[in-house]
């Protein structure tokens, strides 16, 4: 028998209330359907650690209860796991609803509600049909709760996690921690695979927030490819910034996104392609080195430079003998590339020089009447561009800290030289000194005390400074000195400090790790054309 545990009350309430309440049968009107997320247990919410037994062992990833929280405003959330210890004997169904229970809690303490979870206890020679990939727990969930499937996500560490949402008609996703990397060349090439349940919850509230903002998605995106196979410049989402993109092997395209930017011809662009297969058939070289780091971290912020191959246009890569190539995490860049089926050449849709756009409305700000067709998938998660590593050299160069932290290519594949340490002609014009920049005078501040002029200034900051009242305007990137979540905030701010009208912008430099070291760097730049006794370093 398959166990339910069930947390709350059910669908069905405010009866017997004094005013008459309409309620919508989800049985005949689809559009009363909810979309929901089926989350697998172990190895996706918590750490895998066998058999659980006692609440004690319960041990939640740091990411979980943040993505839970963002996921459980507009999805009805399920766990669906397997247990089969309790068919080996080795546990008890008690044992198994004591920890769902003390899990349940610490989850509603968070904020987040789970509507029941489904628990398989059996063997898989038992051949019962509850166990994944089954789909039979998605269906009963679906008729119990009026759940819209198609707009539905399963997410988990095991490729059945990803078939079981597939065969319910619902979306799966992969998550790499638990069993995630042990399992992750079982499964089918055009999976949906990412680092874990923040990431998880990232793709899924930002493809639902397309969909809001598009009305019907699917069409928008065939639009899209379609202007793009025919020359067309299309502005679209990835999950660090907005890009402009042409189709990459049409020169006359390619040009016209230089012209729209207003960026120098010397400059060359990033490809972006749907998967590594794309990639290593655009590069002439496809080097051991480079096949492991997209296995690692594609899709994601990471952009590798390689020898390109003939078939890319002299335009996109600026006469340069290599080629940028990136494999996007964002659903819609993902759906775009696969729509198109071929390359998309695009730098991130700003003016040349001026902060990049992390809303559909930074693009139209800067470029609206120049760009016939934005895609609007709400704000970028990741926040600021990826990382871009050269392997086309003898040691893998870092030529732009980004959204891919150093320190975890440096696990990868070992040591990373700096560009600039080594030769200090800029290989990638990205490290062009200015760049990024706001049009109000920018300070790099170190210092503690509050300057003469901060009356008329703002401040940014990661964490909320001792004194705000002596500032006119001050942006704090992350109450609780979350750098991922300053990364994800830093261009906005950056903005709104700009359009505030103020004399100076004070910019407080964020701990050098992490994503903190792609802040800092554009700190810098924005800061690079005020020296002259302005920049305290
Ligand atoms: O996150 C990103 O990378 C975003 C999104 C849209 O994908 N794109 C982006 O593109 O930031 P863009 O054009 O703003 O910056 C691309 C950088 C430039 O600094 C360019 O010089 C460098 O990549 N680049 C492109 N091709 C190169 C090559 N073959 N060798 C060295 N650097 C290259
Ligand atoms: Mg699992």
């Known amino acids: 028998m398959a166990r339910r545990h069930s947390h709350g ?101 968070g904020g987040v509600r789970i509507r029941e979870v489904f628990t398989c206890p059996h063997l898989r020679e038992h051949g019962c049909d509850c166990i994944k990939p089954h789909p039979r727990f998605l269906f009963e969930a679906a008729s119990r709760y009026g759940l819209d499937l198609p707009r539905s996500y399963t997410v988990g560490d095991h490729p059945h996690d990803v078939e079981f949402g597939r065969r319910a008609g619902a979306q799966g996703i992969y998550v790499r921690t638990g069993h995630g ?54 502005a679209f989402p990835t999950e660090t910034v907005y890009g402009l993109g042409a189709h990459a092997l049409d020169p006359a395209a390619v040009a016209r996104v230089f012209e729209i930017k207003g960026r120098p011809r010397f400059d060359p662009l990033i490809v972006h392609v749907a998967d590594r297969t794309a990639a290593a058939a655009l590069s002439s070289i496809w080097p051991e080195t ?48 696969r729509e198109l089926g071929g390359p998309i050449a695009a730098p991130s849709a700003n003016s040349f020089s001026r902060p990049s756009p992390t809303e559909a409305e930074h693009v139209r700000e800067q470029l609206g009447a120049l760009v016939p067709l934005v895609l609007d998938a709400g704000p970028c998660p990741v926040g600021v561009e990826s990382t871009i590593l050269s392997l086309a050299g003898p040691r893998p160069t870092l030529l732009r800290f980004g959204g891919c932290p150093v320190e975890d290519l440096e696990r990868a594949i070992g040591p990373i030289v700096e560009a600039g340490a080594v030769d200090e002609r800029p290989q990638s014009p990205g490290r062009l000194a200015r760049h990024y920049s706001p049009t109000t005078t920018l300070r790099w501040w170190v210092s503690d005390a509050v300057p003469p002029d901060a009356g008329v200034s703002g401040l940014l900051t990661l964490t909320p400074p001792d004194a705000r009242s002596g500032w006119a305007k001050v942006e704090v ?35 050098e790790e992490g994503l903190g070291r792609a802040i800092n760097d554009r700190l810098r730049r924005a800061a690079a054309d005020h020296a002259g006794g302005h920049i305290s370093f």
């Open 181 to 234: 990397e042990k399992h992750h060349a079982e499964l089918a090439p055009d999976t949906i695979v990412v680092p874990g349940i923040g990431e998880a919850a990232d793709w899924i509230l930002a493809e639902d927030e397309a969909r809001r903002r598009n009305g019907d998605l699917s069409d928008a995106i065939r639009r899209a490819a379609q202007m793009l196979a025919e020359g067309g410049v299309v």
């Open 290 to 337: 480079a096949e492991r780091l997209a296995r690692r971290f594609w899709p994601g912020p990471l952009t590798l430079v390689l020898p390109k191959s003939p078939v890319i246009p002299e335009i996109v890569t600026a006469g340069l003998p290599t080629v940028a190539l990136r494999c996007p995490r964002h659903p819609i860049a993902q759906s775009l590339l």
């Open 9 to 109: 009350k059910g669908v069905a309430q405010g009866a017997g209330s004094a005013y008459p309440v309409r309620m919508c049968d989800t049985t005949i009107d689809p559009r009363c359907r909810r979309p929901a997320v089926f989350l697998d247990r172990d190895g996706t919410l918590i750490e895998d650690r066998g058999h659980l037994r006692s609440p004690e062992d319960v041990v939640l990833y740091p990411e979980t209860l943040p993505a839970l929280r963002r996921l459980t405003e507009r999805f009805e959330l399920f766990i669906v796991t397997h247990q089969g210890g309790i068919g080996a004997g080795l546990l008890t169904a008690a044992e198994v609803e004591g920890v769902h229970r003390h899990l349940l809690r610490i989850l509603d303490e």
């Open 477 to 511: 990137l992350s109450e609780s000195g979350d750098l991922r979540e300053a990364a994800a905030r830093f261009f906005a701010a950056m903005r709104r400090l700009d359009a505030a009208g103020l004399a100076a912008i004070y910019a407080r430099p964020v701990p």
